[in-house]
């Protein structure tokens, strides 16, 4: 198993792009989450879905940030326009759906945003 | 509003020690908490989840307690080794079908050979 796959591994944008950052979770895997990674705030969680379903995207920071599972084996988070302060690690992580199951995290996009 | 907190300083421990480390957390009742190990560059990696209803569980070198009354899980790694150097997550997961995986920030483990 590939594991949880993101890409790119590193962006390095300049303030006012669009971001666009890909995830591929583990096959039949059926929840997935995206978090950011600060020194500041460690690891927030930003939006996660169930079987494609968004089901609570409470902390996605504002409307510049969105996030699509078209399918079972891609997920995209989208921020536009990009801000210096969004400059970031940013986690994909997959898991089964029980609550208890545990995260399979991606190895992250760092995101620099000039 | 529900807070974690971990140890809030590095730990460095000498090789062959045990390491132990802290989780605390408050305003919520969680029914299992998972701890994660992540290094540099990487994201974090599952090592053990523990019910409410379980005391102590281990894995290995690995063990880790979980007291509700206290509202603390303790981590702890015996004979630990420098490869074991890492910084070390907290999850507890309330009880309900909510996914809300909040982490601790963490603690960074040094171990010194």
């Known amino acids: 198993d590939a594991g949880v796959i993101q890409s790119p591994r590193h962006e390095v944008t300049e303030m006012g792009q669009e971001v666009t950052l890909r995830c591929k979770p583990i096959?039949?895997?059926?929840?997935l989450f995206w978090y950011r990674q600060t020194m500041m705030r460690g690891l927030e969680l930003l939006i996660y879905f169930n079987n494609n379903v968004p089901i609570d995207d409470s902390g996605m920071p504002e409307d510049r940030f969105s996030a699509k599972m078209p399918n079972a084996s891609f997920s995209t988070l989208k921020i536009q326009p990009s801000e210096p302060r969004d400059s970031a690690v940013y986690f994909c992580?997959?898991?089964?759906?029980?609550?208890?199951?545990?995260?399979?995290f991606g190895n992250g996009t760092r995101l620099t945003v000039t | 509003s529900q807070k974690i907190e971990q140890n809030s300083e590095a730990l460095n421990i000498q090789e062959g020690k045990t390491a132990t480390l802290t989780c605390n957390y408050t305003?919520?009742?969680?029914?299992?908490l998972q701890w994660y190990r992540q290094d540099p560059g990487r994201g974090p990696v599952f090592l053990l989840l523990i019910r409410e209803n379980e005391k102590e569980k281990r894995k290995e070198r690995l063990k880790v307690t979980f007291d509700t009354t206290l509202k603390q899980s303790l981590f702890h790694i015996t004979a630990s080794q420098p490869a074991d150097s890492a910084t070390y997550l907290c999850a507890p997961i309330p009880s309900g079908s909510a996914r809300q995986l909040t982490f601790g920030s963490g603690t960074q483990l040094t171990v010194l050979p």
């Open positions: 096959s039949g895997h059926n929840s």
């Open positions: 305003n919520y009742s969680p029914a299992y």
């Open positions: 992580a997959s898991s089964l759906l029980p609550q208890n199951s545990p995260l399979h």
